[in-house]
């Protein structure tokens, strides 16, 4: 495992600080094209915008991992300033990122759900990314295994793990496939992002399994997991809700542009 990818003099580039960045940076320029295409506005709206959803989204992922790994940070506080060792929570960047994309979009009089079910088709894609960094920085790994893929994280032991990152990188594209697929049909302002946001929690709910992390003191549930399940139950009640009344679908929206 890697987690200096390459260095330039004394400037040591992080794997997964690197494969983030990209991600952010493909991610705008995919976005952008899409909000161009779709006639939503200019390039320009989704830089500002990016801007934006960054500062929600870094604030939401720290805050919401070191929430989950509380014990270690309650002993090393000075540790929750260091983000070079990985440490963000994608929970967390998704709900920090709404908050404050949702505040931001308002107050400029973005059409907010149109950029968000937009947004929500590449996120499949940046995660994927994000989680190659996770791979080679030898963060988020799996439980021991004995089966024929899993493979030793030189940074935590000698013994074969469940590679939980490829787990995530193949659950995302599976993501990205579905929701790429849906991108054309006609739904309700925001069907999108949500229809990821459960994919998502269902994905990693089952991923939890194989993943080295907390069990909860209540049950066999991980902390995660049972998040997990408030989101899923959440997201499809709303859906299913929403699919029902067909609220804010309008019949002369073209394919693709929610109204």
Known sequence: MRRVLFSI??????????????????????VGKA??????????????LAIQLFIGGLIGARLFYVVTEYSYYL?????????????????????????????????????TWQLADLIAVYLPLGY??????C????????????????????????LPRH???????????????????????KYFPGLLFWLYVELYAASRFIIEFFRETP???????RLTQAFCLLVIAGTTVYIVYRLKTKTGVEKDAPPGVPS
């Open 9 to 30: 003099g004394r400037l040591e580039i992080y794997s997964y600080g690197f494969t983030v960045a990209l991600a952010l940076f493909l991610g705008l320029l995919w």
């Open 35 to 48: 909000v161009e295409k779709r006639g939503i506005g200019k390039f320009d709206l989704v830089i500002d």
């Open 75 to 111: 002993k090393n506080p000075l540790a929750v300033l260091k983000l070079s060792d990985g440490g963000l929570s994608f929970f967390g960047m998704i709900i920090g990122a709404y908050i404050w994309g949702v505040l931001y979009a308002k107050r400029a009089n973005l059409p």
């Open 128 to 133: 994927a990314l994000a989680r190659v960094g």
């Open 135 to 158: 791979l080679l920085n030898g963060c988020c790994y799996g439980v021991p295994s004995r089966l024929p893929w899993a493979f030793v994280i030189p940074a935590v032991d000698n």
């Open 163 to 185: 590679p939980t990152q490829v787990y995530a990188i193949i659950a995302s594209l599976l993501i990205f496939i579905i929701l790429w697929l849906l991108r054309e049909t």
């Open 215 to 221: 069990v909860i003191a209540f049950g066999w549930l």
